[in-house]
């Protein structure tokens, strides 16, 4: 019967999602990040913008989207839309070409990250259930500067490193109240290292270093909620 087929079609989707949860840290640890810039030294890094593929060819818009043809990470309450007949994988990595300039050099960077891995499926005909992994993070960079030693015109070099980054893990669930209504609410962890260090060489004190190496360790629970709303206008009045 239909309501059988309904029943085993959601054990199959519970049990794939359990086998995915337990390959996320694998399927994580296989690609290689690499985000260097100099602006992560400040807060908790250099923050990715949410949004999958379709929203990023919109500007970023997209909290309005349905989730019929993808998981849609704006907006919690889109997973109501899901197709029960389907069984949802996105994942999405992305890389940039940059230029930083000063007035008296310059370089081109190109970085590389995984970005996210989702997945998703219709629990019930109103409620859909969605599971992920991103990168909500990066530290990466390495400048080096030279000050005065106080007192004197003589001058020390300075290096600043920092390495580490945020991940998130989500569970979102979106609910239909109603003919074109729906809430969603997304629970999330987030945990990371931030690992920074600041090295002073003094070359006229016989190449005295001094080096300060704090490592900062980091981790929360977030909630969140959505709300979607689709009326269709009538043109012919």
Request: avoid cysteine; hydrophobic fraction near 35%; charged fraction near 10%.
């Amino acid at each position: 019967t239909i309501t059988d087929m309904t029943y085993n079609n959601t054990t199959a989707a519970i049990r794939k999602t359990l086998i995915l949860l337990v390959a996320l840290p694998l399927a994580v640890s296989a690609f290689a990040q690499n985000n260097s810039s100099p602006y992560s030294m400040f807060g908790l890094g250099s923050f990715n913008t949410k949004g999958d593929v379709r929203s990023f060819g919109m500007g970023g818009a997209g909290l309005a989207l349905p989730s019929e043809n993808g998981l849609g990470n704006l907006n919690v309450a889109s997973l109501a839309g899901l197709d029960s007949l389907l069984f949802y994988i996105d994942l999405q990595t992305k890389a940039t070409l940059t230029n930083y300039s000063t007035t008296s050099q310059s370089e081109q960077v190109f970085d590389s990250n995984f970005d996210n891995l989702s997945f998703g499926f219709k629990a019930g005909s109103w409620w859909g259930v969605g599971f992920g992994l991103s990168s909500l993070s990066q530290t990466d960079y390495n400048i080096q500067t030279e000050n005065y030693i106080q007192g004197t015109l003589s001058k020390y070099t300075i290096l600043y490193e920092g390495q580490g980054g945020l991940s998130k893990a989500y569970w979102s669930n979106g609910w239909r109240l109603a003919k074109g209504l729906s809430v969603g609410l997304n629970a999330a962890y987030i945990w990371g290292n931030l690992i920074t260090s600041r090295t002073s060489t003094f070359t006229q004190i016989n190449g005295e270093t001094l080096q300060n190496e704090p490592t900062y360790y980091l981790h929360n629970m977030i909630w969140d909620a959505g709300l979607q709303y689709h009326y269709s206008w009538n043109k012919s009045k």
